[in-house]
Protein backbone atom coordinates (compact mmCIF):
# COMPACT_ATOMS: atom_id res chain seq x y z
CA UNK A 1 0.00 0.00 0.00
CA UNK A 2 3.09 2.24 0.21
CA UNK A 3 3.30 2.92 -3.29
CA UNK A 4 0.78 5.42 -2.89
CA UNK A 5 1.92 8.68 -0.01
CA UNK A 6 2.17 11.90 0.23
CA UNK A 7 4.69 11.98 -2.77
CA UNK A 8 2.49 10.93 -5.05
CA UNK A 9 -0.61 12.80 -3.73
CA UNK A 10 1.98 15.91 -4.70
CA UNK A 11 3.11 15.14 -7.71
CA UNK A 12 -0.87 14.54 -9.14
CA UNK A 13 -2.09 17.61 -7.68
CA UNK A 14 0.70 20.23 -7.69
CA UNK A 15 -0.03 20.88 -4.30
CA UNK A 16 2.67 21.20 -1.75
CA UNK A 17 1.90 19.36 1.64
CA UNK A 18 3.58 21.45 4.28
CA UNK A 19 4.58 19.66 7.83
CA UNK A 20 1.79 21.81 9.44
CA UNK A 21 -0.68 19.85 6.78
CA UNK A 22 1.03 15.97 7.36
CA UNK A 23 -1.16 15.26 10.22
CA UNK A 24 -4.81 16.52 7.87
CA UNK A 25 -3.26 14.81 4.77
CA UNK A 26 -2.90 11.68 6.54
CA UNK A 27 -6.81 11.20 8.21
CA UNK A 28 -7.84 12.16 4.93
CA UNK A 29 -5.51 9.64 3.25
CA UNK A 30 -6.68 6.97 5.83
CA UNK A 31 -10.12 7.74 5.12
CA UNK A 32 -9.80 7.33 1.03
CA UNK A 33 -8.43 3.87 1.60
CA UNK A 34 -10.51 2.64 3.78
CA UNK A 35 -13.91 3.88 1.42
CA UNK A 36 -12.27 1.95 -0.69
CA UNK A 37 -11.65 -1.03 0.44
CA UNK A 38 -15.16 -0.85 2.22
CA UNK A 39 -16.24 -0.55 -1.56
CA UNK A 40 -13.87 -2.97 -3.05
CA UNK A 41 -14.57 -5.87 -0.71
CA UNK A 42 -11.01 -6.79 -0.26
CA UNK A 43 -7.94 -4.66 1.91
CA UNK A 44 -4.62 -3.07 0.58
CA UNK A 45 -3.12 -4.35 3.86
CA UNK A 46 -4.30 -8.22 3.76
CA UNK A 47 -2.54 -10.66 5.43
CA UNK A 48 -3.88 -14.43 5.60
CA UNK A 49 -4.59 -15.93 9.23
CA UNK A 50 -6.20 -19.11 7.54
CA UNK A 51 -4.68 -22.69 8.11
CA UNK A 52 -4.60 -26.04 6.39
CA UNK A 53 -4.67 -28.48 9.28
CA UNK A 54 -4.52 -31.24 6.94
CA UNK A 55 -6.76 -33.35 3.98
CA UNK A 56 -9.39 -35.97 4.27
CA UNK A 57 -7.87 -39.66 3.26
CA UNK A 58 -11.28 -40.33 1.19
CA UNK A 59 -11.95 -37.37 -1.53
CA UNK A 60 -15.11 -35.22 -0.53
CA UNK A 61 -15.99 -37.21 2.58
CA UNK A 62 -17.00 -34.93 5.47
CA UNK A 63 -15.09 -35.39 8.67
CA UNK A 64 -17.57 -36.24 10.85
CA UNK A 65 -15.66 -34.63 14.41
CA UNK A 66 -14.68 -31.06 12.79
CA UNK A 67 -13.77 -30.14 16.71
CA UNK A 68 -12.15 -32.86 18.01
CA UNK A 69 -10.25 -34.73 14.73
CA UNK A 70 -7.27 -36.22 15.23
CA UNK A 71 -4.34 -35.05 12.60
CA UNK A 72 -3.49 -38.84 12.51
CA UNK A 73 -6.17 -39.28 10.11
CA UNK A 74 -5.59 -36.65 7.68
CA UNK A 75 -2.92 -36.74 4.80
CA UNK A 76 -0.19 -33.75 5.66
CA UNK A 77 -1.61 -30.33 4.71
CA UNK A 78 0.00 -28.14 1.87
CA UNK A 79 2.78 -25.63 1.84
CA UNK A 80 1.02 -22.15 1.18
CA UNK A 81 3.02 -20.43 -1.83
CA UNK A 82 1.34 -17.09 -1.81
CA UNK A 83 -1.65 -16.21 0.66
CA UNK A 84 -5.04 -18.07 1.09
CA UNK A 85 -7.81 -16.48 0.78
CA UNK A 86 -11.72 -18.09 1.48
CA UNK A 87 -15.17 -17.61 -0.96
CA UNK A 88 -18.35 -18.62 -1.33
CA UNK A 89 -18.93 -21.73 -3.49
CA UNK A 90 -21.44 -22.38 -5.74
CA UNK A 91 -21.75 -25.88 -7.29
CA UNK A 92 -23.83 -24.25 -9.82
CA UNK A 93 -21.22 -22.13 -11.33
CA UNK A 94 -18.75 -22.67 -14.07
CA UNK A 95 -16.81 -19.66 -13.60
CA UNK A 96 -16.15 -19.13 -9.79
CA UNK A 97 -15.68 -15.43 -8.36
CA UNK A 98 -12.86 -14.50 -6.65
CA UNK A 99 -11.17 -11.45 -5.55
CA UNK A 100 -8.15 -9.84 -7.99
CA UNK A 101 -4.87 -11.74 -8.32
CA UNK A 102 -2.30 -11.90 -10.52
CA UNK A 103 -1.18 -15.60 -9.87
CA UNK A 104 -2.86 -19.03 -8.77
CA UNK A 105 -1.05 -21.35 -7.03
CA UNK A 106 -3.44 -23.87 -5.62
CA UNK A 107 -7.57 -24.23 -5.54
CA UNK A 108 -9.33 -26.46 -2.73
CA UNK A 109 -12.58 -27.25 -1.61
CA UNK A 110 -12.18 -27.08 2.60
CA UNK A 111 -14.56 -27.25 5.54
CA UNK A 112 -14.08 -24.88 8.49
CA UNK A 113 -12.87 -26.50 12.06
CA UNK A 114 -15.94 -26.09 14.71
CA UNK A 115 -15.40 -23.52 16.87
CA UNK A 116 -12.48 -21.65 14.80
CA UNK A 117 -12.94 -19.72 11.60
CA UNK A 118 -9.34 -19.54 10.57
CA UNK A 119 -8.20 -23.22 10.60
CA UNK A 120 -9.53 -25.50 7.72
CA UNK A 121 -9.86 -29.11 6.35
CA UNK A 122 -9.20 -29.91 2.77
CA UNK A 123 -12.23 -32.20 1.28
CA UNK A 124 -10.82 -31.88 -2.18
CA UNK A 125 -7.80 -30.79 -4.25
CA UNK A 126 -9.37 -28.92 -7.02
CA UNK A 127 -6.60 -29.83 -10.19
CA UNK A 128 -6.08 -28.59 -13.42
CA UNK A 129 -7.94 -25.42 -12.55
CA UNK A 130 -8.05 -22.52 -15.42
CA UNK A 131 -7.54 -18.91 -14.50
CA UNK A 132 -10.11 -16.72 -16.10
CA UNK A 133 -8.19 -13.07 -16.77
CA UNK A 134 -10.75 -9.73 -16.35
CA UNK A 135 -9.87 -9.60 -20.37
CA UNK A 136 -7.24 -10.40 -23.18
CA UNK A 137 -4.88 -7.50 -22.85
CA UNK A 138 -5.02 -7.65 -18.36
CA UNK A 139 -3.41 -9.90 -16.26
CA UNK A 140 -5.69 -9.54 -13.40
CA UNK A 141 -7.33 -12.74 -12.69
CA UNK A 142 -10.77 -12.42 -11.06
CA UNK A 143 -12.28 -15.97 -12.40
CA UNK A 144 -11.24 -19.23 -12.12
CA UNK A 145 -13.08 -22.22 -14.87
CA UNK A 146 -14.70 -25.16 -13.57
CA UNK A 147 -13.24 -28.58 -14.86
CA UNK A 148 -15.58 -31.17 -15.94
CA UNK A 149 -13.34 -33.80 -13.31
CA UNK A 150 -14.66 -30.98 -10.61
CA UNK A 151 -17.03 -32.94 -8.49
CA UNK A 152 -20.71 -31.46 -8.18
CA UNK A 153 -21.64 -33.10 -5.08
CA UNK A 154 -18.50 -32.93 -2.60
CA UNK A 155 -18.96 -30.81 0.77
CA UNK A 156 -20.80 -31.63 4.30
CA UNK A 157 -24.57 -31.61 4.83
CA UNK A 158 -24.36 -28.58 6.56
CA UNK A 159 -25.56 -25.12 4.37
CA UNK A 160 -23.01 -23.31 2.70
CA UNK A 161 -20.13 -24.95 4.79
CA UNK A 162 -18.11 -25.63 1.99
CA UNK A 163 -15.76 -23.05 0.64
CA UNK A 164 -13.31 -22.39 -1.62
CA UNK A 165 -9.86 -21.97 -0.20
CA UNK A 166 -7.10 -20.26 -2.78
CA UNK A 167 -3.67 -19.77 -2.15
CA UNK A 168 -2.63 -17.01 -4.88
CA UNK A 169 -0.72 -13.68 -5.19
CA UNK A 170 -3.51 -10.81 -4.35
CA UNK A 171 -3.11 -7.54 -5.67
CA UNK A 172 -1.54 -6.00 -2.54
CA UNK A 173 -0.20 -2.42 -3.85
CA UNK A 174 -2.76 0.16 -5.30
CA UNK A 175 -2.82 -0.66 -8.76
CA UNK A 176 -1.50 3.09 -10.88
CA UNK A 177 -5.04 3.09 -12.56
CA UNK A 178 -6.61 3.58 -8.99
CA UNK A 179 -4.45 6.66 -8.27
CA UNK A 180 -6.33 9.39 -9.63
CA UNK A 181 -9.82 8.42 -7.52
CA UNK A 182 -7.76 7.98 -4.65
CA UNK A 183 -5.99 11.53 -5.26
CA UNK A 184 -9.68 12.95 -5.56
CA UNK A 185 -11.26 11.13 -2.57
CA UNK A 186 -8.29 12.53 -0.22
CA UNK A 187 -8.55 16.48 -2.04
CA UNK A 188 -12.28 16.20 -0.58
CA UNK A 189 -11.96 14.85 2.92
CA UNK A 190 -9.05 17.32 3.15
CA UNK A 191 -11.46 20.25 2.35
CA UNK A 192 -14.03 18.50 4.16
CA UNK A 193 -12.56 16.58 7.36
CA UNK A 194 -15.56 16.66 9.56
CA UNK A 195 -18.33 15.89 6.92
CA UNK A 196 -20.12 12.56 7.67
CA UNK A 197 -23.01 13.76 5.23
CA UNK A 198 -22.69 12.48 1.63
CA UNK A 199 -25.41 14.37 -0.16
CA UNK A 200 -24.34 17.69 0.87
CA UNK A 201 -21.23 19.47 2.29
CA UNK A 202 -22.32 21.94 5.36
CA UNK A 203 -20.23 25.06 4.75
CA UNK A 204 -20.47 28.23 7.58
CA UNK A 205 -19.20 31.48 6.84
CA UNK A 206 -19.34 34.88 9.24
CA UNK A 207 -22.13 37.35 7.33
CA UNK A 208 -22.45 40.51 9.00
CA UNK A 209 -21.06 39.39 11.76
CA UNK A 210 -23.42 36.79 12.39
CA UNK A 211 -22.32 32.56 11.30
CA UNK A 212 -23.94 31.22 8.69
CA UNK A 213 -24.29 27.79 7.66
CA UNK A 214 -25.45 26.52 4.35
CA UNK A 215 -25.76 22.77 2.42
CA UNK A 216 -22.97 22.83 -1.12
CA UNK A 217 -23.74 20.84 -3.70
CA UNK A 218 -19.81 19.54 -3.62
CA UNK A 219 -20.48 16.08 -2.41
CA UNK A 220 -18.03 13.07 -1.82
CA UNK A 221 -21.58 11.50 -3.82
CA UNK A 222 -19.63 12.94 -6.97
CA UNK A 223 -17.05 10.93 -7.39
CA UNK A 224 -18.54 8.17 -6.44
CA UNK A 225 -20.81 8.59 -9.44
CA UNK A 226 -18.42 9.61 -11.85
CA UNK A 227 -17.65 7.12 -15.00
CA UNK A 228 -14.15 6.68 -14.01
CA UNK A 229 -15.11 5.25 -10.32
CA UNK A 230 -17.99 3.35 -11.76
CA UNK A 231 -14.61 1.65 -14.17
CA UNK A 232 -12.43 1.20 -11.50
CA UNK A 233 -15.24 -0.49 -9.51
CA UNK A 234 -16.20 -2.78 -12.24
CA UNK A 235 -12.23 -3.77 -12.85
CA UNK A 236 -11.31 -4.56 -9.41
CA UNK A 237 -13.96 -4.77 -6.88
CA UNK A 238 -14.23 -8.61 -5.07
CA UNK A 239 -16.69 -10.88 -4.33
CA UNK A 240 -17.55 -9.34 -0.70
CA UNK A 241 -18.08 -5.83 -2.58
CA UNK A 242 -22.02 -4.19 -1.73
CA UNK A 243 -22.06 -3.72 -5.47
CA UNK A 244 -20.71 -6.93 -6.05
CA UNK A 245 -23.89 -9.07 -7.72
CA UNK A 246 -23.78 -12.88 -8.75
CA UNK A 247 -23.38 -13.60 -12.64
CA UNK A 248 -23.55 -17.31 -13.40
CA UNK A 249 -21.37 -17.82 -16.37
CA UNK A 250 -21.48 -21.27 -18.00
Not at 53 to 81: H, N, R, T, W
Amino acid sequence: MNNYDVDVFMELTGLDITEDQLSAYERAQKRAFSMLENELGWSFKYSSQYEEVGKVKSVCSCPKFLKQIDEKDMLPADSVEGEIKLFPYDKKMSSLPIDPATCIYKIKLVVPMEGDDYKFITIKDLDNVMPRPLSKSQEIIKYVERCDTWPYQCGCDCPNCTLLAVDADWISKIPNDMFDIITDLIVYFMRHPYSLDTSATIKSESVDGHSVSYATEESVETIIKSPAYQRMLEKYMGVYSPYYKKVRIY
